[in-house]
């Protein structure tokens, strides 16, 4: 896992990314219904990606999506292996009557492949007689580029979960392999040592990068500001769901919320068996349980999520239970690695 993580910092990774949820949000009404359910702006031109939440009625999380624009009318929303089903329902379910929109499942008709890492840009550039520059495809786009000598059309989207350089390449299932192989062509091409990888990998590399997971540190019972999501907010959009309660929030917390989101550091630079769930303790007290936990070969140092008292200042020491023992460990800055993003926009 060190060494697929180093490779994407480092170098290039690829990883198969099909088992993720991915349905499409067609018709004359879809804008509206997505305007509604998610809370970020999606009425954003055609070819643009959007990372949003979709909320319940109280503020708290029930998706955390991304939403490409593939035409004026259409939409495809991209979701965890495990959500498809209840993130279609809700959408589904927030259809009013007589609207001309259709929710469909396309998770079996299309694989993605990620493609990310510094040396990205080379290795997509030898595989594609297409511009795939900063101004061809700027980040948080998407833009059709052929790969490969069988020409597989691929919707190449500029973002990534690792936080480095890259693309989100989504392909017809049945050029799948064919787009794969052109790629490991293309790095061989461009003297690029690239590495597949794999999910253990990426939770490593995530949480090195503050990014978050639906499931573990995203959950109904927590709101986007806890979350520090609240860039992701359009409060001033219009009406959606869950836009009455976060106002609410705000209204009532005017310096920011009571508790919040926070990076941790667990232990000296050894690998430890931290598996997330583990008590997090201040003066011993215990305050709240790990969301997620991984060993972070860039920093060098294992790695956490917690909620914690929004006083709780950086740098503050926390101890973690770590079976019959409690590890020290101290509160982080939010983001690790790169905290502008500057390597992302490369």
């Known amino acids: 896992m060190g060494e697929e993580h180093r490779a994407i910092r480092e170098r290039v990774g690829i990883i198969d990314l099909s088992s ?6 067609v018709g004359p009404a879809a804008l509206a219904l997505l305007q509604r359910v998610a809370a970020n702006e999606l009425d954003r031109p055609v070819g643009s990606a959007t990372y949003t939440q979709l909320l319940d009625a109280r503020g708290g999380i029930l998706a955390d999506v991304t939403v490409t624009r593939l035409g004026p009318a259409r939409f495809r929303v991209l979701t965890g292996a495990g959500y498809l089903a209840a993130d279609m329902g809700w959408v589904r379910a927030n259809i009013e009557p007589g609207e001309a929109v259709e929710v469909v499942d396309v998770t079996d ?20 007689t297409d511009d795939v520059g900063d101004r061809a495809i700027p980040l948080r786009a998407a833009r059709e580029v052929r790969i490969g000598a069988s020409a597989a059309l691929a919707l190449a ?7 480095e350089l890259g693309w989100e390449l989504t392909v017809a299932l049945d050029w799948a392999v064919q787009a794969w192989d052109a790629l490991v062509a293309g790095a061989s091409e461009a003297a690029a040592r690239l590495e597949p990888v794999g999910y253990r990998a990426l939770d490593s590399l995530r949480l090195e990068k503050g990014y978050r ?3 573990a540190e995203l959950t109904t019972q927590d709101s986007p500001f806890e979350a520090g999501l609240g860039p992701f907010v359009r409060l001033a959009k219009g009406e959606f769901i869950g836009r009455d309660a976060l106002r609410a929030m705000r209204e009532a917390e005017p310096a920011g919320p009571a508790r919040r989101l926070r990076t941790v550091t667990i232990g000296g630079d050894d690998w430890l068996p931290v598996y997330g769930g583990e008590a997090v ?11 997620s936990a991984a060993f972070g070969d860039t920093i060098g ?4 999520t917690v909620y914690l008292p929004s006083d709780v200042a950086e740098a503050a020491a926390i101890e973690v239970d770590v079976f019959d023992r ?12 790169d905290p502008t993003g500057a390597r992302m926009r490369a």
Request: glycine share 18%; aromatic share 10%; net charge positive.
């Open 20 to 25: 993720f949820g991915k349905f499409e949000v």
């Open 109 to 128: 008709d299309l694989a993605v492949i990620g493609l990310w890492g510094p040396r990205a840009r080379d290795v997509l550039a030898s595989a594609t």
């Open 157 to 163: 989207t500029r973002i990534s979960y690792a936080g």
């Open 213 to 215: 997971y639906y499931g």
């Open 281 to 291: 303790r201040l003066g011993g007290e215990v305050v709240g349980r790990l969301r």
């Open 301 to 304: 140092r294992t790695l956490g």
């Open 326 to 337: 409690r590890e020290p460990g101290e509160v982080g800055p939010d983001v690790l690695h």
